[in-house]
């Protein structure tokens, strides 16, 4: 550059109006979305604004429901998905990501929240799997579906939060043996070359993981030895969650982790591989 283009381009930055600096968006406090269950429906928010969220589930039915949320992939409508779920064909190529699970149970309220950053300008599908007998349609068949869509066009950052993370492998999970009792918000990481899923139990007191394993190698039913299950992520091969599972660890018990996925359907489920584990919360 000549010193006369350079004189000149140095008068033109003199004599510009001096612009505001842009500043970044700041993190947003975390916003407690309540999800309502009925027979075969649900009660929720047609629409949210973007940022930090965390969805806490009630089911007000008479059977056993769960809130099971996925981040759609731009331009795939509800009908879409809807259209491929009923056809029983998988729906993976709909899905930018699941988000997670949570169950309830009869009239009660799941143990855990869902914590996600729900992203501006896109929309999130809810459904139902369960089913009320072996051979009775899944609840999503009869109408438990929803959607909901996130307004704005700009994402807010997440907070600071402390997170303990699971990963999982083929097929063991990498995790925190014994933690404090109180708020913890979980991230489960899929380093594997399979699907994988984080399933928590609480198990009553007195009983530990080795009873449920012994039990269901004797070919025992393990219903008798959990207290509660609360929900799961999950997620393809070497893939991440985009939702994180927070909840409140009770003092002096015993939580089990493990993975009831299959390979295939004459696969074992990937907890009689070794998937599975124990996270003992101390007394106080």
């Known amino acids: 550059m000549t010193n006369a283009f350079a004189n000149f381009f140095a008068l033109v930055l003199l004599t510009l109006p001096a612009l505001p600096v842009p500043t970044k968006a700041k993190p947003s406090k975390l916003r407690n979305v309540e999800v309502v269950a009925r027979d075969?429906?649900?009660?929720?928010?047609?629409?949210?604004?973007?940022?930090?969220?965390?969805?806490?589930?009630?089911?007000?039915?008479?059977?056993?429901?769960?809130?099971?949320?996925?981040?759609?992939?731009?331009?795939?409508?509800?009908?879409?998905?809807?259209?491929?779920?009923?056809?029983?064909?998988?729906?993976?190529?709909?899905?930018?990501?699941?988000?997670?699970?949570?169950?309830?149970?009869?009239?009660?309220?799941?143990?855990?929240?869902?914590?996600?950053?729900?992203?501006?300008g896109r929309d999130y599908v809810i459904i139902c799997i369960f089913k009320d007998k072996p051979d009775a349609k899944r609840h999503h068949q009869l109408g438990m579906f929803s959607l909901i869509h996130i307004s704005g066009r700009r994402n807010i950052p997440d907070g600071s939060q402390k997170i303990d993370t699971i990963v999982g492998t083929d097929y063991a999970f990498m995790y925190p043996a014994a933690l404090k009792p109180g708020i913890h918000t979980f991230a489960f990481v899929n380093k594997g070359k399979q699907r994988h899923e984080l399933a928590f139990a609480l198990l009553k007191p007195g009983v530990s993981v080795a009873d449920v394993v012994d039990a269901d190698k004797a070919g025992k039913s393990v219903k008798d030895l959990i207290e509660f299950s609360p929900g799961l992520l999950h997620s393809p091969a070497g893939e991440t969650p985009l939702g994180l599972f927070r909840m409140n660890l009770l003092p002096g018990r015993e939580y089990m982790i493990e993975c009831g996925f299959q390979d295939s359907d004459k696969s074992p489920p990937h907890y009689e591989l070794g998937m599975f584990g124990s996270i003992k919360v101390a007394r106080k």
Do not use: I
């Open 40 to 120: 075969y429906t649900f009660e929720v928010p047609k629409e949210l604004p973007p940022g930090p969220a965390a969805f806490h589930f009630s089911n007000r039915g008479n059977v056993r429901h769960e809130f099971n949320l996925a981040l759609l992939k731009e331009g795939v409508t509800l009908d879409q998905y809807l259209k491929v779920l009923w056809e029983g064909k998988p729906v993976s190529a709909l899905l930018e990501g699941p988000v997670g699970v949570l169950f309830a149970g009869k009239g009660k309220e799941s143990a855990a929240d869902l914590v996600t950053n729900l992203k501006a």
